[in-house]
């Protein structure tokens, strides 16, 4: 995907443009809605870990995607988090 003058949206757009980091080959697993958070795995390394977030958008199509927004404290910079 790309935008109308050609730029490619992988996660270095997104985390340069949106300041969002997209978290690529990451599977959700559980969404705890009490505590409003997601549990994942990364495909590459099979670790598991919970991630907040703010707001959930659940995706229906082909395949489920689960997408959520959370804020994210990086060297003391702030952030997003995007897991689709």
Known sequence: MSTPV???RDPIFFQHV???KVLNQTEAIRIDRER???QVRDLAEGR???L???KLVLGTGTTTAFCLVSPCIASGRSSN???C
């Open 81 to 83: 988090r995007l897991i």
């Open 6 to 8: 050609g730029t490619v």
């Open 36 to 38: 409003k958070r997601v």
């Open 48 to 50: 598991e870990s919970w």
């Open 52 to 54: 907040d977030y703010d």
């Open 18 to 20: 949106k300041n969002v």
